[in-house]
């Protein structure tokens, strides 16, 4: 985690064995995204994808246990397959959220790929410890994901 000017702001980092390429593909095709989005026990059964940049997206995730619900936003850069940047908002937005917008940077490490991931400025900490429970959940199932059995 990072103050940047004056906010908050997640910074993660995973090296995942594989080539950049597959973990490109894992972050923008709708049937790999729902095998890895969310936390741990969360299923994704919808995502509506415009892969361009303008246009949107939207997930429909569901906990166990509990009543779906919905996040969405805009892609802001595409670049294939290094770098990948989104606006992110919950359709139906805690008091305390504001959109963030969630930069994925795909770099070549000895034949591996490190994702880095950002997200911010977050209006609270319990908010930016809420994305920071969800993400490193999500990486560490893309990571099961591309690397079965590590």
């Known amino acids: 985690m990072n103050e940047r000017a004056g906010g908050l702001v997640l910074e993660l980092k995973l ?8 973990i490109f593909r894992a972050l923008t095709e ?3 995204l729902a095998k890895w989005w969310g936390p741990h026990g969360f299923t994704t059964p919808a995502i509506d994808l415009d ?7 939207r997930f429909t ?3 166990p246990g509990g009543e ?3 996040l969405s936003g805009e892609f802001l850069q595409i670049d294939p397959p290094g770098r990948l940047a989104y606006t992110f908002r919950w359709d139906e937005p805690d008091p305390d959220d504001r959109e963030t917008v969630v930069t994925l940077s795909l770099g070549d490490v000895a034949g591996a790929t490190q994702v880095s991931l950002s997200q911010g400025e977050f209006a609270t900490e319990a908010r930016l410890a809420l994305h920071r429970g969800g ?7 893309l990571r099961e994901l591309i690397e079965p059995g590590a």
């Open 15 to 22: 090296v995942v064995g594989a080539p950049r390429e597959r």
């Open 30 to 32: 709708p049937a790999e």
């Open 51 to 57: 892969l361009r940049v303008g246009g949107g997206y």
């Open 61 to 63: 995730m569901q906990p």
């Open 68 to 70: 779906p619900f919905h």
């Open 135 to 141: 993400w490193t959940d999500s990486l560490e199932k």
